[in-house]
């Protein structure tokens, strides 16, 4: 079956722009979760979905990043006013219901000049 | 909390030769310890994981790991690597809900012919 897919693949922006990463779970999954992963590191936790409320967001690192799942399917994690240290390899995750095993996407490449 | 320590960030063998990555646990209860691959431009792979059951696990494409208590250690092993072993491995801990994923900061493998 289908697996997780992130769209896009690459988001190049300006520093100061708004950015919108979508993720696609696994169909079924009530489990979902952001990472980060920047250049020569593992990858960092931002935020975890259980349906469609955040279940823990301990990982964000500042409000500029915010992340809505409304129908708990579909996710988007959206930064504000974004700056070069941004630059990362967004990772998203789902799960079967948050005690399984997680699922990772190809991530979305950002780059903020 | 936990953490996890990969005391290689970088491993060289040839084809054929035996692979060992090197992860260290800290961990306050019992750990659910995983290793992750990632190839290029591809999404995590889950290799295998560790939940309290056997402490010797076989994983995909003939890995296995060893928990040990005693030594804080889950170390990644095969027996000969193939050319398409080359990539970066992950070793995971996290807690009992497995929502709580700390990464190590991974190790980059290389296959020689």
């Known amino acids: 079956g289908a697996g997780v897919s992130q769209t896009p693949s690459n988001k190049v922006t300006e520093k100061g722009k708004y950015v919108e990463l979508r993720c696609d779970p696994i169909?079924?999954?009530?489990?979902l979760y952001w990472y980060r992963q920047s250049l020569g590191q593992g990858p960092e936790f931002l935020i975890y979905?259980?349906?469609?409320?955040?279940?823990?967001d301990s990982g964000l690192p500042n409000d500029r990043f915010f992340a809505v799942r409304p129908e708990g399917s579909v996710s988007t994690l959206k930064i504000q006013r974004t700056e070069r240290g941004d630059s990362a390899v967004y990772l998203c995750?789902?799960?079967?219901?948050?005690?399984?095993?997680?699922?990772f996407g190809p991530g979305t490449r950002l780059l903020v000049l | 909390a936990q953490s996890v320590t990969q005391l290689d960030s970088h491993v060289s063998v040839s084809e054929g030769t035996p692979v060992l990555l090197r992860c260290n646990y800290s961990?306050?209860?019992?750990?659910?310890l995983f290793w992750y691959v990632q190839h290029p431009n591809k999404g995590l792979q889950l290799l295998l994981k560790?939940?309290?059951?056997?402490?010797l696990v076989k994983g995909i494409n003939g890995f296995e790991a060893e928990f040990k208590k005693s030594e804080t250690s889950f170390h990644l092993t095969k027996p000969s690597a193939h050319m398409s072993d080359a990539a970066e491995y992950f070793c995971?801990?996290?807690?009992?809900?497995?929502?709580?994923?700390?990464f190590g900061a991974g190790t980059r493998l290389t296959v020689k012919p």
């Open positions: 995750a789902s799960s079967l219901n948050g005690f399984e095993t997680q699922y």
């Open positions: 995971v801990v996290s807690g009992p809900n497995n929502n709580d994923m700390r």
């Open positions: 979905f259980q349906g469609t409320g955040a279940a823990d």
């Open positions: 961990s306050s209860y019992s750990p659910s």
């Open positions: 560790y939940t309290s059951a056997a402490t």
């Open positions: 169909s079924g999954h009530t489990a």
